[in-house]
């Protein structure tokens, strides 16, 4: 990474944790061990991002989504998928590269100078599916179909499976709520063993959460292609050099296929592009096709 890049991935991280703390501005919570439970935590933030964290000032939207699925009325969350949607329809994962707290965590994890690995692309393709099984599985089908004696289902991603609850919220009240500690479980020792492989994995892949385990991720995905929120690579430009494939830290064949769900819109292939081919932003699709012809008048005719 050369020292562009390097600014624009510094930018990025600044814009990441902006939105982080604007996020969990209840900055007091951290020091008190108390959950803020204002009128904020009515609106779902677009990240992934725990309802128990002390500073969290929103809701997370797959906690949300649960929390009405698990009740004893069952009803349809339309007001969470609402949002979800808008948020999808205007940025894509958009959100998972800039606007993610859980985002910035592996971001910043990856950047501890250690070997990395990568996972062989048979392989990868595989796991990166496993994200929409646990969207469909945990977070839709079994609160809805495991219920009590009362009719009450579990939030089953949330609670069995999902690390940003531990690192956000259990962690932090634990160490300011002696009588939290007295009560640890096992669940409480399994969803740290997730944290930590979740961690290590970080520092060796990028995005390892991301790319095969955040439902969040997967649903936003589903709105790259058609999200106001788009990116372009514009043919006539393009030299199929290569330069913004190995530029993607997320693996995505850009030059087949930029609107990838598995593309978080970092920007990366647009900075690594020697020939300003790729472009990103709002409607850049409309703007990229206005071009073309422009840059069609301007080549020499041929003799007829």
Known sequence: MDWGEQMKEGKRNLIQAAAALLTNANLTGFFTGKIYQGGGKNFCVPGLNC????GAVGACPVGAVQAVLTGRKKGFPFYVVGLLLLFGAAFGRLICGFLCPFGLVQDLL?????????IPPK?????RKAKY???VVLVVGLPLLLTDSYGLGEPTFCKYLCPVGILEGGIPLMITNPALRDAVGWLFSWKMLILVAVVVGSIVLYRPFCKYVCPLGA???LFNGVSLYR??????????CGACERACKM????TKNIDSPECIRCGACVEACPHSAIEAGFCSRKKASQKAPEKAQTEPQKPE
Not at 231 to 240: A, G, I, L
């Open 219 to 221: 649903f936003y995905g």
């Open 133 to 135: 099984l646990v969207l």
């Open 231 to 240: 990116m372009k690579v514009d043919s006539h430009r393009c030299t199929h």
């Open 51 to 54: 309802y128990s964290c002390p």
């Open 110 to 118: 990856h950047k501890i100078p250690t070997p990395k690995l990568r």
């Open 251 to 254: 693996q995505v064949e850009v």
């Open 123 to 127: 392989v990868d393709r595989v796991l």
